[in-house]
Nanobody
Framework: QVQLVESGGGLVQPGGSLRLSCAAS????????MGWYRQAPGKQRELVGS???????NYADSVKGRFTISRDNAKNTIYLQMNSLKPEDTAVYYC??????????????WGQGTQVTVSS
């Protein structure tokens, strides 16, 4: 089991960029696949995207082309690069360790979340 700590959230103007990081206390190498989720006020938590241990990524349609997930197993860290941010991207962002089964990410462990606010 890994413990996950997100960082990098904050306030950004529409059209701006942020990079979130998720540091793991244990190894995020095999067999952990990793994912990023977000939860906006009054809404359900939704999957933003995932990355397998082998580096295969998958994204929600709402962020495809704007967000990029990467991982550095040597640093036990995953990243979420967010570009062209929109007000509707405002949410608490969570990273998760889990497993991808039949192209669907199944979370097992969660971080505490980091707030991202997109506003002028």
């Amino acid at each position: 089991q890994v413990q996950l700590v997100e960082s990098g959230g904050g306030l950004v103007q529409p059209g701006g960029s942020l990079r979130l990081s998720c540091a793991a206390s244990g190894s995020i190498a095999s067999p952990n696949d990793m994912g990023w989720y977000r939860q906006a006020p009054g809404k359900q938590r939704e999957l933003v995207g995932s990355i397998t241990n082998g580096g295969t990524t998958n994204y929600a349609d709402s962020v495809k082309g704007r967000f990029t997930i990467s991982r550095d197993n040597a640093k036990n860290t995953i990243y979420l690069q967010m570009n062209s941010l929109k007000p509707e991207d405002t949410a608490v962002y969570y990273c998760s360790a889990g497993v991808v089964i039949l192209s669907t990410f199944r979370p097992r462990n969660w971080g505490q979340g980091t707030q991202v606010t997109v506003s002028s």
